[in-house]
């Protein structure tokens, strides 16, 4: 088997140092992990050669780690820095943006701080260049950029323009630098560039004691300026290795990586390349249309690929593409080892949601930012504290744990800041600044998942590879765009001075990004890229741009398979299937089940045999049920007050128009108090009917805008009833149950029209008033044509007051429909054109149509929708549109 | 632009099929010959859609002549790039083999470079040019990018719904909105119709005259009074009433239909002083005929009979003019009030916005062309440009017809530079092409360019047969011989000719070509629409079959539809298509699309929303629905799942295991596609929102069950609409429904208007929203009429695209109406595109009869018009010869996609300091302090101080450290803070302890020592708390924070015996027992 680079560097170094050199060793990784690769390695060699007495391993330190041991500065926590650039910026500049504005590109300038520093500039240097076009042309600068620069950084920007501001700004940057820089070293901290700078600048002051040590520099690939510094400040004091992983052998392009050559020079290899033919990988590429179905290929290649032992990685260059693949991978024994090494994004975890949930409860502003801080800290606690550790413990619940422990250190850094620093507490006086400080802070931040990395199958972000080698290795989504990951050049430095100063650009970063997916390749024996290439909302989606250079650089095109993943899109949809056994229709029907039977048979099955009923939608406005609902109680409660009575249904009381004038003028919060009733019985009407539920949707001052429309409907009914009176109240929402018919009848009242009595049966709308749905060209319409169906239902009230007894008077029975909406619209119905103003007209028709119409419902077994074309013109929006496969309609106002 | 500048300006009018996105690769590639690096070139296409495709266009056609230059196709791509290099006055093309170096050079160069090629769209370079300077302009703009605007209306409005809406002033608005919609037969849900406001705010007009936008709740009143009082002061109204007054005196029988005159007179008299009281809407007197007739002075002689003709017809007329400039005020009173309430509302909908933006610290795409208008003023464009690091000497803009006024205003700075320091603009466009007003596209800007000298259409078609180009070619010449507006025939400016028809298509190669029309007959009121529809499906698919059995693929049939409602009737008739010999061959393709499958088509996605919905608050719908399709499964089952307070993902993962997976383990497949591109969409929104069911099942309803999802090109037949077909092509074209009207007045349309009346705060006339609707002319908005007009030309270049997709043959089919009336221009108007090309075909006569005859599902009653021939032989080598990429996957081996979902049993270890820590975080609400992680904290402190000149210096180090580990929020609170600190200075001040922290020599913290064990052999792993070495002596300390334990001692021994074991040969061990202050000597 090939030794992996790792086992050839540490076989190197203990044939060059010996067991006991080892301690004389100082390692150098560009990331943590590797330390764990030569532990094993040493472990392993350790038994070949039967070692019987303890070794002090090397220290072995990531260049971060190197630069902090000699500094005298430490790194500043990220948010704290922040805030101390922002007082020094403040200071500096004329700014009006508060310090959540300005946290996000706050943090780009400590970057660029940082870069400057990494790449030794001197920052005054930086303005000078450019105001001063005569230096740049000395410094050897191209002449076109120069000209750039003056162009973009000299004294010609008009005022109050774009240019002037930035110009300003810029100009004043050494000087908040200078400041910045002073406050942080006065409290003996550093940006990672200031650290790394002062080590690189102070190195004899700095690094003492390392006589008889030896740095060996362990397979890095771009290296900062600052960084190259370093080593090469060790590789003067001649206390320095190099090892290098690239094998100038392998071509795809040297243009892609060819940097390491540089380095190589000035830092010769002292890896010594072991004879390997040049053996290239199987190489495939897999096409797809989603992200979700190169997840789901995870499973079917481990099972083509991976066998017990071997070392295999599924490389997620799509950090979010995590949980997808842990969801596809196979069960089975030799599947069951696979860790993962790969950031997790805080912002898709749970304690997440209920921190952001939590801020935007207007009932969690506390003028006191610490004071809300902390109570957002215990109720977290409370909420998410972990369980104590079971046994097996999933993975999920490990998650909320790190998830947990990560928002948790967060927010009391940020807490400890506010109390330590009077300054900063002083920036955050608004609880909404607070509530952005704590989204920023969490929303980037990714939980560090460590897999146990010297088992087999390792589910690994690409930056987590370098260094290691694999046998197989699956890349997701090596699409552009992510592979390698779109640049951005975010700096406020332009990027002209970066260049010149050797400050990394994008540019640098897709060679990085080069680097470590050819080293893949070149390390591992089957390789499988996936891509997809479909089009979607976010644009066209395409293969990236290594593997448009794998597939047309010749030597590698001959060994590469393709494939398309192929995504079936069928709708597969299924028609509704009545249940077996049906239920009983009931005895008694409401007019609106008869009337839903008309639309539709189905609806009717649904409705009022299943009895499946539409949930209340939570919304930020009432639903036109709820607005019904507390429009009919209003009135009830109305008229209760004017008739004095208490009970449900005031009868025989004569109100004349100046009672209701009276109400209106005497009691100004009469209707309002009456609004308030009806709140309190709809609530109450819907606790009994939802035992279970915590909250109603009726709460009154949630709706204030609804209320006052509330109030509005109510008032207009009442001017009517005021043109109308006197008029005597029958009851009010008087239920009525008659041979097989039941209902709620909104009122009933004896009204004089044209010196007449009748008996009026009145039902109100909420819906918007529309003579046509009041006409029926004839008795038998109403029974064939849905639309009609308010005429159907006010006649069926009317059939059940003049069974049940009701009018006791004998009067004419005239119905009503009221549309509190509108201002004057006619409540009459009309048959034909005429009004209709007394039932016996056209009761016997009604009724002989009527009795059949049961008759039929009765003996229905199977109930079939209405037809589609007629289901789909009907205006009205149908809740069961979905058991039918039917698209929802388009619900347009 | 200035005529002087124009010089390298290159204006294209490329007609469709004349070989755009070629000519574009080309000008490019022409430009990389010369020596321009492709840096500084500038493409901008107009969809992303389009970039991807021109980038790898260029690709391809550089991988050719570098690789491939002795093909023919390679050769006639060279040709043309020399052409365009000659015109660009770079004189003469290098020979092929510099041609094929270069090539070679840049395609690599630019691959290994790919994200500098500046091919894009328009809005991502504003973008890019925004992100440069958001600090530059103060705040003002975000950091990030929202590009998913209606998200955040959404928010905006459901906050001012909720918490904004407790403050009595905007209720108040609130209420007055709702009230006006009490009125109209609306829902009184606002929340949609304030969404819908919410989104005009972005559209291009009100943010470029955003000024203009008065919403000032006392102007808007004001203004309401002035206009009705403007309406009752009219002197003209005082006038009316008096010759009506004297109009009352009028005898009946000085009119020869007298009784009809004076009655409507009377009338009008009386329902006057109700107008004047904005009671109702002012009528004309008269009927249109009546009118007319008052209207001519000849005409009124002939009926009035009076003797003072003169006069009365004087008078008459007087009054006529003066009702309709009542009822025209009337009208406009009416029209400008109804949306007043809307206004009100837009600055609280823009503060609503503003905040939900701020909260996020981002800003919307959609405003990203004003606010980079608003920051471009002179001088600063090179600026702006300079900023983002880039300079280009040459830019190319394609389908610059659909280019926005905004855009094109933020461009030309750009373009005027380039040309000002002798770089080159290439602008490419149709406006015959221009479908995407909508979208803000101007095609004017275009037809502005006319007369430029470096204007020059491409007009030969690579694309289209002969028939085809030649039907195409007399149908608009025909339709604009008949069109009023004299724009749309300088649009369409080519008319037909047959030496036109020569000069057009490709001759020799492209002969032959098949154009079939199918007319169904159905009436004016709608009847037999539904026949037709089901009669024109039947017959497309029957031609499919047809074309299939004669070898055409299903991959070269293209259905094109008009909207995507459409689709669901298309594929219901695909899927249930009768087993008959017709339909053999089409049941065995399927039908793909790109933009027109809904999420919620998919049954397995339904199953998850409606469990989801269902797990959210006990939707007994919900319930029956997953009932239908799983009745083995419980509602208890689902309720299970939930239990844990699972993230959505997880949930989701977890209702596929059960409703989903199969006994194999896998889902059955037939909506992957669907499923697939839900559970991405899920993980976007995830990705972006958080993990909230509530808000993720509202973005469900609002927007993801109608989102599209991806599908791509096999040999399947193709269905999409035709605002997505742009630039694309198809052998055999199928156009179902061709039935879009020319003008139509949508529902709940609206359009903003010019309203000198109300002046805005700059001075100029305010913007007011009027409904669209027919009156609006005569209430004399002038807008209505421009956008009727607009309308027309939108329709007509509706129809052009659509029609010229077709290579080979041209299927178009429609239902017509009956157009019996008598006035037949007026009636013209109200065509769909259907009617005009039966017009065109002269199909209207027969169809009327089969009108007549009411049969509407005869077959026999259809008409049909042919052209050419549909069975042309296409020999291979006559089909068109492309340059093919190297990197298309057209010839990729397929494999099936499964949907797996299984638990795994995957491990990884926690972050060092979760583990280590979490112990002591959970304490903190309990404020005890548990030992064993308090002891780590204090471990992990010291293990960060190495040796000290004195104990001050190793006590201040002491304080750093826990300050850092308190500031790094790993130490739950204060009290434990001084705790820590107090045990550690104590243990690093004690005297006895002074050896261990200073002085000079080696030291060793937690360092790793590998130690094979004496029993096993196997090596393992110890890590000592702190090894002091001098020479060959060693001394090695353990620090313990709770209670003496006798196993502390036997771990002392064990490390001594390692160090002597390492070679030491003087070893002594220490214990420091912290909480007593107290340091044990252990003996070995």
């Not at chain 1, 392993?44 to 630069?67: G, N």
Request: glycine letters at 4%; a negative charge.
């Amino acid at each position: 088997m090939n030794k992996t680079f790792l086992q050839q560097v540490t076989d190197q170094l203990l044939d060059q140092f010996g067991w006991n050199g080892l301690k004389n060793i100082t390692i150098v990784f560009p990331m943590h992990r590797a330390g764990l690769f030569i532990k094993q390695a040493l472990e392993q060699r350790m038994m070949q050669e039967s070692i019987s007495y303890p070794v002090l391993l090397p220290e072995m330190l990531t260049i971060d780690e190197l630069a902090d041991k000699y500094s005298t500065l430490r790194p500043e926590e990220e948010i704290r820095a922040v805030c101390r650039l922002y007082t020094c910026y403040r200071d500096k500049t004329t700014t009006r943006l508060d310090i959540d504005s300005f946290y996000g590109w706050g943090l780009q300038l400590l970057k660029d701080f940082s870069a400057a520093d990494m790449a030794l500039l001197d920052s005054e240097k930086l303005i000078r260049h450019v105001s001063e076009a005569g230096e740049l042309d000395n410094s050897g600068v191209d002449k076109d950029v120069a000209e750039r620069l003056n162009k973009l950084l000299g004294n010609n920007g008009e005022n109050g323009s774009v240019r002037k501001y930035y110009q300003d700004l810029w100009k004043q940057l050494p000087e908040i630098y200078t400041a910045f820089r002073t406050s942080q070293q006065a409290e003996g901290f550093g940006t990672r560039g200031a650290i790394t700078r002062q080590v690189v600048e102070n190195f004899d002051a700095l690094v003492k004691n390392i006589e008889g040590k030896t740095f060996a520099f362990v397979g890095f690939n771009y290296l900062l300026k600052a960084e190259y510094a370093l080593m090469e400040r060790f590789l003067q004091r001649e206390q320095a290795i190099f090892f290098w992983d690239y094998d100038p052998t392998f071509d795809v392009d040297e243009k892609v990586y060819g940097f390491i050559q540089t380095y190589m020079q000035k830092f010769p290899n002292a890896l010594i390349q072991p004879n390997e033919t040049n053996k290239k990988p199987e190489l495939n590429i897999v096409a797809c249309q989603s992200s979700e179905a190169q997840a789901q290929y995870v499973h079917e290649w481990l099972q083509k690929y991976h066998k017990a032992g071997d070392k295999t990685a599924v490389v997620i260059t799509d950090e979010s593409m995590l949980e997808q693949v842990v969801y596809a991978l196979p069960d089975g024994e030799q599947f069951q080892k696979a860790n993962i090494t790969k950031g997790y994004p805080l912002k898709e975890t749970r304690i997440y949601a209920a921190v952001t949930e939590w801020l935007t409860q207007p009932e969690n502003e506390n003028p006191d930012c610490i004071i809300q801080l902390g109570n957002l800290i215990e109720t977290m606690a409370e909420r998410f504290m972990p369980q104590q550790c079971t046994e097996e413990e999933n993975w999920h619940d490990i998650l909320s744990i790190e998830a947990y422990y990560q928002t948790m250190t967060r927010l009391r850094k940020l807490k400890t800041l506010l109390e330590d620093k009077e300054n900063v507490r002083s920036l955050v006086q608004k609880p909404k600044t607070l509530r952005n400080l704590v989204k920023r802070n969490l929303e980037s931040v990714l939980i560090p998942f460590h897999g146990e990395p010297i088992t087999d199958i390792q589910i690994i972000g690409v930056l987590e590879t370098r260094l290691l080698d694999f046998d197989n290795v699956l890349i997701l989504n090596a699409e552009e765009g992510i592979v390698p990951g779109t640049g951005h050049d975010n700096s406020f430095i332009p990027y002209d001075i970066r260049r010149i100063h050797q400050m990394q650009t994008r540019e640098e970063e897709s060679k990085i990004y080069a680097y470590n997916f050819f080293r893949l390749l070149r390390r591992g024996k089957h390789v499988t890229m996936t891509f997809s290439d479909a089009f979607t909302k976010d644009g066209k989606k395409s293969m990236s741009r290594f593997l448009m250079q794998l597939l047309t650089t010749p030597s590698y095109a001959k060994q590469i398979s393709t494939y398309r993943l192929m995504e079936r899109a069928e709708r597969n949809a299924a028609e509704y299937q009545q249940r077996e056994s049906l239920a009983e229709i009931p005895v008694s029907l409401s007019p609106s089940a008869i009337c839903d039977y008309i639309e539709c048979e189905r609806e009717f099955y649904l409705k009022h045999i299943l009895k499946i009923q539409e949930p209340e939608q939570e919304s930020d406005m009432y639903q036109p049920n709820t607005f019904g609902t507390l429009v009919h109680g209003t009135l009830e409660q109305v008229y209760r007050n004017i008739t004095k009575k208490q009970e449900h249904t005031p009868a025989h009381i004569t109100i004349t128009k100046e009672d209701i004038q009276t109400f209106l003028d005497d009691t100004p919060n009469g209707l309002k108090n009456a609004l308030n009733a009806a709140y309190k019985e709809a609530e109450e009407s819907y606790r009994s009917h939802h035992p279970k539920c915590q909250t109603t949707p009726y709460i009154s001052e949630k709706h204030e805008p609804e209320n006052v429309v509330i109030l509005e409907m109510v008032t207009r009914v009442l001017q009517r009833d005021m043109a109308t009176a006197p008029l005597t109240i029958i009851g009010m929402e008087k239920w009525v149950e008659k041979d097989g018919l039941h209902g709620r009848i909104d009122r009933l009242d004896i009204i004089t029209e044209q010196g007449r009595n009748y008996l009026r049966i009145l039902d109100y709308k909420t819906g918007g008033y529309n003579k046509e749905k009041l006409s029926a060209d004839s008795i038998s319409t109403l029974f064939t044509k849905p639309e009609k169906r308010f005429i159907l239902q006010t006649l069926l009230y009317c059939k059940m007051v003049s069974d049940s007894g009701l009018n006791t008077e004998e009067l004419p029975l005239m119905p009503q429909l009221l549309f509190p909406r509108s201002i004057d619209g006619d409540p009459h119905i009309f048959i034909d054109k005429r009004p209709v103003t007394d039932y016996a007209d056209c009761q016997d028709e009604f009724e002989s149509r009527l009795a059949d119409l049961l008759k039929e419902i009765r003996a229905k077994k199977e109930f079939a929708p209405a037809p589609k074309d007629k289901c789909e013109n009907s205006k009205c929006y149908c809740p069961f549109h979905l058991l039918c496969g039917r698209k929802k309609a388009d619900f347009t106002f | 632009m200035t005529a002087n500048s124009s010089s390298r300006l290159y204006v294209r009018k490329a007609s469709a099929g004349s070989g755009k996105t070629y000519t574009l690769a080309a000008h490019y590639i022409a430009l990389l010959m010369h020596g321009v690096s492709y840096r500084q070139i500038l493409a901008v296409t107009f969809t992303n859609k389009a970039t991807a495709e021109m980038k790898e266009r260029i690709l391809t056609y550089l991988h050719a002549i570098a690789r491939e230059v002795e093909k023919s196709e390679t050769q006639d791509f060279l040709r043309r790039v020399s052409d365009i290099y000659a015109e660009l006055g770079y004189g003469k093309l290098p020979n092929p083999q510099i041609c094929q170096q270069k090539a070679e050079e840049l395609y690599k160069d630019i691959l290994s470079n790919y994200d500098r090629m500046a091919v894009t769209t328009i809005d991502t370079f504003f973008q890019q040019l925004l992100a440069g300077m958001v600090l530059t302009l103060d705040g003002a703009v975000g950091y990030s990018v929202e590009i998913d605007s209606d998200m955040v209306i959404t928010n905006a409005v459901g906050q001012l719904l909720t918490n904004d809406a407790q403050d009595p002033t905007l209720c108040r608005h609130i209420t007055d909105y709702m009230k006006t919609r009490m009125a109209d037969d609306k829902n009184w849900n606002i929340r949609s119709g304030l969404i819908a406001i919410a989104k005009e705010l972005y559209t291009e007009l009100l943010q470029e005259k955003k000024e203009q936008v008065v919403t000032d709740p006392m102007r808007l009143e004001q203004f309401k009074k002035g206009l009705h009082q403007l309406l009752q002061k009219q002197k003209e109204t005082d006038e009316l009433r008096a010759l009506l007054q004297k109009a009352q005196q009028w005898d009946e029988k000085s009119f020869s239909r007298g009784k009809d005159i004076i009655s409507h007179l009377d009338n009008y008299r009386r329902t006057l002083d109700n107008t004047l009281e904005k009671k109702e809407i002012a009528f004309n007197p008269f009927t249109e005929n009546q009118t007319k007739n008052i209207r001519i002075e000849e005409n009124f002689q002939s009926f009035y009979k009076g003797s003072d003709r003169q006069q009365a017809y004087a008078m008459m007329n007087r009054i006529v003019d003066l009702a309709q400039n009542l009822r025209a005020a009337r009208l406009r009173e009416e029209l400008l009030t109804q949306h007043l309430s809307d206004l009100v509302l837009i600055q609280y909908l823009r503060d609503a916005i503003n905040n939900v933006l701020q909260e996020n610290n981002s800003r919307l795409l959609a405003e990203t062309a004003c606010t980079l208008a608003q920051a471009l003023r002179p001088g600063d464009a090179d600026f702006i440009l300079e900023k983002a690091g880039i300079r280009y000497q040459h830019v190319m803009i394609d389908e610059f017809q659909d280019t926005s006024t905004l855009q094109w205003e933020n461009f030309r700075h750009l373009v005027e530079e380039i040309l000002g320091n002798g770089g080159s603009t290439l602008i490419v466009g149709d406006v015959k092409q221009s479908i995407y007003r909508w979208r803000n596209g101007n095609w004017e800007i275009m037809q502005g360019l006319q007369g430029n000298p470096s204007i020059k259409p491409l007009v030969r078609n690579f694309r289209s047969r002969k028939e085809i180009v030649g039907f195409n070619l007399r149908l608009f010449d025909y339709l604009c011989k008949k069109e009023e507006d004299p724009r749309i025939k300088d649009i369409y400016n080519e008319g037909f000719t047959e030496k036109r028809l020569e000069e057009y298509y490709v001759n020799g190669k492209h002969d032959g070509g098949y154009v079939q029309l199918h007319f169904y007959p159905s009436a004016y009121n709608g009847e037999g629409k539904h026949q037709a529809r089901a009669l024109i499906l039947s017959d497309m698919f029957r031609t499919m079959n047809r074309l299939l059995k004669q070898g055409e693929k299903a991959g070269s049939m293209l259905i094109l539809i008009r909207n995507h409602k459409e689709i669901e009737e298309i594929l219901d008739a695909f899927e249930h298509l009768p087993e008959s010999a017709d339909f053999h061959e089409l049941k065995q393709t399927h039908i793909v699309s790109n933009d027109c499958f809904c999420l919620e088509y998919s049954q397995s996605v339904n199953i998850i929303i409606q469990a989801l919905r269902y797990l959210h608050n006990d939707d007994a719908i919900a319930q029956e629905y997953l009932l239908q399709r799983r009745p083995d499964k419980t509602p208890e089952d689902l309720k299970r799942l939930n239990e844990k307070d699972l993230p959505l993902n997880d949930l989701v993962e977890a209702i596929i295991q059960q409703y989903l997976i199969g006994e194999n383990g896998e889902t059955d497949g037939k909506d992957m596609a669907y499923l697939c591109s839900f559970k991405d969409s899920l993980k976007r929104y995830v990705g972006l929102h958080g993990s909230d069911l509530p808000s993720f099942l509202q973005y469900w309803d609002d927007k993801l069950r109608q989102s599209t999802i991806p599908s791509v090109e096999g040999n399947d037949i193709r269905i999409m609409t035709i605002h997505a077909s742009k630039g694309l092509e198809s052998d055999n074209l199928f156009i179902p429904f061709a039935d879009w009207k020319m003008e139509e007045d949508k529902q709940n349309s609206k359009l903003w208007c010019e309203v000198p009346e109300l002046p805005a705060e700059n001075g100029q006339s305010a913007l007011l929203p009027v409904s669209k609707q027919k009156s609006m002319q005569e209430a004399g908005f002038t807008e209505y009429e421009q956008e009727h007009k607009m309308e027309r030309i939108d329709n007509l270049n509706l129809l052009y695209v659509a029609l010229t997709r077709a290579a080979d043959r041209l299927y178009v089919y429609s239902d017509v109406e009956s157009t019996k009336d008598k006035d037949k221009d007026k009636d013209r108007k109200t065509y769909h595109v259907g009617q005009l090309m039966a017009e065109y075909t002269e199909a209207i006569e027969p169809l009327q009869k089969a009108i007549d005859s009411k049969e509407f599902n005869n077959p026999a009653n259809c008409v049909e018009r042919t052209y050419g021939q549909e069975i042309y032989p296409i020999a291979p080598s006559e089909k068109k010869e492309k340059i093919s990429a190297p990197f298309r996957f057209t010839k990729a081996e397929t494999l099936e996609a499964h949907y797996h979902s299984g638990t795994s049993h995957i491990t990884f270890r926690q972050s060092g300091d979760a583990r280590k820590y979490t112990e002591t975080v959970a304490e903190n609400s309990r404020q005890v302090m548990d030992r064993q992680s308090f002891g780590t904290m204090c471990h992990d402190i010291l293990a960060t101080l190495g040796l000290f000149a004195t104990t001050e210096k190793a006590i201040e180090a002491v304080r750093i450290a826990v300050a850092d580990f308190y500031q790094q929020g790993k130490i739950p609170n204060e009290a434990v803070r001084k705790e820590i600190e107090t045990i550690l200075v104590r243990t690093v001040s004690a005297e006895e302890m002074r050896p261990w922290f200073t002085g000079d020599g080696e030291v060793w913290c937690e360092q790793a020592v590998l130690y094979p064990h004496p029993k096993s052999h196997q090596p393992e792993e110890r890590r000592m708390d702190r090894v002091r070495i001098n020479g060959t002596k060693a001394a090695v300390l353990d620090y313990k924070f709770g209670e003496e334990e006798k196993s502390y001692y036997q771990q002392v021994k064990e490390y001594m015996y390692i160090l002597r074991q390492m070679g030491y040969e003087h070893v002594e061990g220490k214990l420091w027992i912290a909480n007593e202050n107290k340091l044990q000597e252990v003996n070995a």
